[in-house]
């Protein structure tokens, strides 16, 4: 990988107390959602995260704007760790990265107008005022394919897909250099989809915006993004170019995934071949020790229960797959009187 | 479909008027079809053509302060536009279970997913707490959900998007409903997990004889899974017919715009560019201010006959009306559009 990195994560966790909540307060366990994540983002790329749902895309996303507590690992934004902010730091890390969240009709408060919503991040960073104020909202609204005349409107006066727009301009109304789109293009019809990603390429060649992309549209993400991330179980499992991972990917989570994908032509859909996974889907409240895909794995063998396999480079140059076929590569597992095993 | 067999859904010129404070807005305009039993009809369309809307209206769903709802919905013989109140909430869930676009909003936050799933199982079974507890665990697990015991005793925030979208389908699932509407019911779900859920959904309809309306922006899932598509935009339908016809031989013009849009998983990069991808260029129209004529017109990109300005074309048949489902599309220009798909639209 080439290129200035402006976001890094290393040994990234985020654990959620789960159970036993309530008087006695004692957590009865730990949910793993993102457990030791490593992960550069260049400054100017597109980087597309899929996985499984639940897997941990969100989390991670929230995570590296600050918008979840990190609970381990370290989080570098433009040579800042940013796990140790204090808040004006952080109020300026966020002004600097912004989020397209994955739910357009909860992110949006009701009893504000567009126009409202839109501003929020100039107002909170002081950025127009006035009339300005009022055009750069106007500017933002077309940038998005929206009328400038809904800016007085509700969110509930619109679709989905238009909601959704409000919360893509709303995003970038603070010029941000790193923008996370959370599932930002799942509820729209694929035409207002190829708007939004023709125009998150441009911005981004314009800008020179930096995009962490989530979503489940592999399609989508192979057009957008320069590499690809998959994640499963809280981990980054295989990563590199998109055009490697997404025609000869090296981890076999990642070959079921594509083979998942539905084909939009009714006779080729017909004769697709899928791989299913059978076995345990396992919870990230009780991650199986070695391999974290391995209850589900159709290849697994000897060393996969033992070691946690690392990324290793694998395939084209620059593509990582954490998975033993290419060489048993990783952490040996250590097992806790409570029968749970970890990797130290 | 089950050939003679009565169907499960009739819609007949379904309107829906909406008041907003810029006057009435005409979401949806003389919509019909059916859904027969066993049938998946695929709703497609331009964002904010009234497809949640239309059947938000067909279960009495939209506040009756800013709604006008007309026409005809007849779910197993029964109206459900004239229905009482109370008869609608006998008829939701086991006659109609309806998976809701907007997961956060249709799952109550401060209660358990238990909770929430428990009461809808005991609203309209005679089942025990207990019973009714594990049915709604073996739910769970069937939607994919891993660790379904401990997930019961979760709150709506602490899952995942996609999470929360398979409970609230196994909320919709858990009265086996004679009619099953799935409002962008996959689309927070990667697609092995999707994938599971169609299969569960298919499982239904072979054993229950559920008629399906599936509303999405996938065309994948649509190509998969459909026995008609339903294409709609500002609020009518402008092109219906078997999955074939539509995605195969699509003939309105929006259709092709649509179809054309796609990203393709095999596209070529040009000196390491990926091209942009085609769009339909324009706005929708402002369903408080339709055209008068084509609903498509301000954006189509072959109007040319003097009509498209002025008059609403029908929905007329395409090729042979003698079969089960015949391919009609709502367009003034069809010369040249019959026959095999022209090579400026469908897909690649
Ligand atoms: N309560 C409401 N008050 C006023 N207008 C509304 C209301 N609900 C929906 N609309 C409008 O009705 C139209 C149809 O909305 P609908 O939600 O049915 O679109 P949709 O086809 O489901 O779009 P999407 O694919 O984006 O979900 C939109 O123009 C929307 O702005
Ligand atoms: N506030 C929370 N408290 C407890 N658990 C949580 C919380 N937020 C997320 N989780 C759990 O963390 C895991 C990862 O969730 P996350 O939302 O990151 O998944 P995701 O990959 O974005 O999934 P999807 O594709 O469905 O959106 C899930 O098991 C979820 O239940
Ligand atoms: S390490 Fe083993 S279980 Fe894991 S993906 Fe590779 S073969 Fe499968
Ligand atoms: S009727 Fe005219 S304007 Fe409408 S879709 Fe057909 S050609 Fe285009
Ligand atoms: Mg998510
Ligand atoms: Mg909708």
């Not at chain 1, 609204?141 to 919360?167: I, K, M, N, T």
């Not at chain 1, 998975?323 to 409570?338: A, E, N, W």
């Not at chain 2, 997990?193 to 309809?205: G, N, P, R, S, T």
């Not at chain 2, 294409?231 to 339908?237: I, L, Q, T, W």
Request: charged letters at 20%; aromatic letters at 4%.
């Amino acid at each position: 990988m080439s290129g200035d990195v402006l976001v890094s994560a290393r040994g990234l966790e985020v654990h959620f107390p789960i159970g036993g909540r309530g008087l006695r307060g004692k957590p009865a366990g730990v949910l793993r959602a993102v457990d030791g994540v490593d992960l550069d983002i260049v400054r100017g790329e597109t980087l597309g995260l899929v996985g499984e749902s639940g897997c941990g895309k969100s989390t991670l996303g929230n995570a590296l704007l600050r918008l979840v507590p990190t609970t381990g690992g370290s989080i570098m934004y433009d040579g800042t760790d940013i796990t140790s902010l204090d808040r004006r730091g952080l109020k300026e890390m966020r002004r600097r990265a912004g989020m397209v969240f994955q739910d357009p009709f909860a992110s949006l408060d009701p009893r504000r107008t567009v126009a409202q919503t839109v501003s929020e991040p100039l107002e909170v960073h002081g950025l127009r005022k006035g009339r300005d104020k009022a055009a750069r909202v106007a500017e933002l609204l077309e940038l998005v394919g929206l009328d400038a005349g809904v800016a007085g409107r509700y969110p509930h006066e619109f679709s989905g897909g238009q909601r959704q727009r409000v919360g893509i301009a709303r995003a970038l109304a603070g010029e941000p250099d790193f923008l996370v789109c959370d599932e930002a293009i799942a509820s729209l019809d694929v035409s207002v989809q190829a708007q939004v990603l023709n125009l998150l390429r441009r911005l981004q060649r314009q800008l020179g915006l930096t995009l962490l992309f989530i979503s489940h549209d592999l399609s989508a993400v192979r057009h957008i993004s320069d590499r690809i991330a998959v994640m499963y179980l809280g981990r980054v499992v295989e990563i590199g170019p998109a055009e490697a991972v997404g025609t000869d990917p090296q981890m076999p989570y990642t070959q079921a995934l594509l083979s998942a994908v539905p084909l939009p032509h009714p006779k080729l859909e017909r004769e697709r071949k899928r791989i299913v996974l059978t076995g345990d889907v396992p919870s990230p409240a009780a991650v199986p020790s070695g391999c974290r895909f391995r209850t589900r794995c159709p290849y697994v063998f000897e060393p996969c229960d033992d070691v946690d396999p690392a990324l290793q480079p694998v395939g084209a140059p620059g593509q990582q797959a954490a998975c033993h076929l290419h060489g048993v590569v990783g952490t040996p597992v250590s097992t806790t009187p409570d029968g749970v095993t970890t990797t130290p | 479909m089950t050939a003679g067999a009565p169907p499960v859904l009739e819609v007949e010129d379904l309107r829906v008027r909406l008041r907003t404070p810029r006057g009435p807005a005409d979401v949806v305009n003389g919509l019909s079809y059916t859904v027969g039993a066993g049938e998946t009809v695929a709703v497609v369309g331009e964002s904010g053509s009234g497809k949640s809307v239309s059947v938000l209206a067909l279960l009495g769903l939209l506040p009756a302060r800013v709604a006008t709802v007309t026409g005809r919905a007849v779910l197993q013989g029964e109206d459900l536009l004239t229905m009482k109140p109370e008869r609608l909430r006998q008829v939701r869930g086991p006659g109609a279970g309806m998976v809701f676009q907007d997961p956060m909003t249709s799952l109550n936050p401060v209660l358990t997913i238990g909770r929430q799933l428990v009461e809808g199982i005991r609203a309209h079974g005679d089942v025990d707490k207990a019973a009714a507890r594990r049915r709604a665990a073996e739910l769970l697990a069937e939607v994919g959900l891993p660790d379904p015991e401990g997930t019961l005793d979760r709150y709506p925030h602490e899952l995942s998007g996609g999470m929360r979208q398979r409970v609230i389908i196994a909320i919709a699932l858990s009265n086996s409903p004679a009619l099953l509407i799935a409002d962008e019911a996959t689309t927070a779900l990667d697609v092995t997990v999707q994938a599971q859920i169609i299969d569960l959904v298919e499982k239904l309809q072979a054993e229950r004889g559920t008629g399906v309306i599936w509303i999405t922006h996938d065309l994948g899932v649509v190509a998969g899974i459909a026995d008609r598509v339903l294409v709609m935009y500002g609020g009518r339908c402008v092109e219906d017919g078997t999955v074939d016809d539509v995605l195969e031989n699509p003939v309105h013009p929006y259709t092709r715009g649509l179809l054309g849009a796609l990203p393709d998983l095999a596209q070529p990069a040009v000196d390491g560019v990926v091209p942009d991808l085609a769009t339909v260029p324009g706005v929708p129209p402002a369903p408080t201010d339709l055209p008068k004529g084509c609903v498509f017109w301000p954006r189509c990109p072959v109007r040319g006959d003097a009509r498209c300005e002025t008059e609403q074309p029908p929905l007329a048949v395409i090729g042979s009306a003698d079969v089960a489902l015949p391919h009609r599309a709502a367009t003034w220009c069809l010369e040249g559009t019959s026959g095999a798909g022209s090579p400026e639209g469908g897909l690649r």
